[in-house]
């Protein structure tokens, strides 16, 4: 299993929110947003921050680092590591049959994620045939979208998704981000779109406006 930090916001959590870093980055990169994010009278959650395992990185001239999994070049597009999409997959689908072990159901578990993790996110949040509460995916989009068509689980289908994206990133172009976003759609998933005049990253009114997709998906 991946190693991992975890943050309950009280005791007895009835929620837990899985969150997984960008490339580079670690499971502390996401710890800061959540006396952010988190409202008082929300119930209590249990925020599961795993590490991704270093790898060597292609676009980054083989540089080790943190990586969902490899990316061949700038157009993180084309020539996908499926290898370590599928292996990430796995992963997370590890650590949701965790938190159904320690009493918590995957209708009460959001999966999030920024960039390469919010990848991941729609990669395996997408797939599962007992559908997740919500899904988070921050400056992202639907990697092994030639598998979706025949991969996707109908059981998902249904599942709400907070997307939201900077305007001017050059990293995940924000027109990938939309792509992603319709291919979803046309599912029937309920998709939350949000566009902000950032680059690649996460700003105040994102997460504010996640707070408020968040509290009406706890019910």
Known sequence: ML??????????????????????????????????LVKPHWPALRFVFPNAPVRPITVNGGMRMRGWYDIGGA?????????????????????IAREGERGIAPSNIFLAGFSQGGAITLAAGLRQRT??????????????????????????FGVPIFMGHGRFDPV????????SRDWIAAKGNKITWKSYPMPHSVCAEEVRDLAT??????G
């Open 3 to 36: 190693d991992l930090i975890e943050l309950e916001t009280r005791s007895g959590p009835r929620f837990s929110v899985i969150w997984l870093h960008g490339l580079g980055a670690d499971a502390h990169d996401f710890e800061p947003i959540v006396p952010e």
């Open 213 to 218: 997709w968040m509290e009406a998906a706890l």
């Open 131 to 156: 559908p997740l509460r919500g899904l988070i995916a921050l400056s992202t989009y639907l990697p092994l979208h030639h598998a979706y068509e025949t991969e996707a689980a109908p059981e998902s």
């Open 172 to 179: 995940v172009p924000e027109a990938l981000g939309l792509m």
């Open 75 to 95: 157009d993180i597009a084309s020539k996908q590591d499926e290898v370590g999409i599928r292996a990430s997959i796995g992963a997370i689908n590890t650590l």
